[in-house]
């Protein structure tokens, strides 16, 4: 049977702990929303020692390529479309930390199983 490693089972957990920190930073996400235009999207990022990694405004037709310079491998990120409210980014942040509660408990279920 298969065993989680450490790092799955705490992964979920710092999921949650990242989906905060862009909570408590929400209003100036919704600031760059609102400066965006339509060919642009915002990218908020968190760094994986859990810190804010910044809000970051990149070109549609780049994204891609920008993103990887943004964003770090073993950290989060976030996109959001121009104009996109404080109301509406918590409410994704409090999606993505209710998916990572679930599978967190689901790991730990399996895990004392095993």
């Known amino acids: 049977m298969y065993t989680f490693s450490q790092e799955a089972l ?3 957990l710092r999921t949650m702990q990242a989906a905060k ?3 408590a930073q929400a209003q100036t ?3 760059a929303t609102a400066a965006a235009n339509d060919n642009e999207l915002i990218v908020a ?3 994986p020692d859990l810190t804010f990694g910044g809000v ?3 070109a549609r037709e ?3 390529h920008q993103a990887l310079l943004v964003e770090d491998e073993q950290g989060w990120s976030l996109t ?3 104009h996109t409210s404080v109301s509406d980014i918590l409410d994704r942040c ?3 930390s209710e998916l990572a509660r679930r599978r967190y408990e689901l790991l730990r279920r399996r895990a004392q199983r095993q």
């Open 10 to 12: 705490e992964r979920p």
């Open 21 to 23: 920190l862009i909570q």
């Open 29 to 31: 996400i919704s600031h």
């Open 45 to 47: 990022v968190i760094q």
């Open 56 to 58: 970051w405004t990149l």
């Open 62 to 64: 780049r994204f891609v």
């Open 80 to 82: 959001f479309s121009p």
């Open 94 to 96: 409090h999606t993505l």
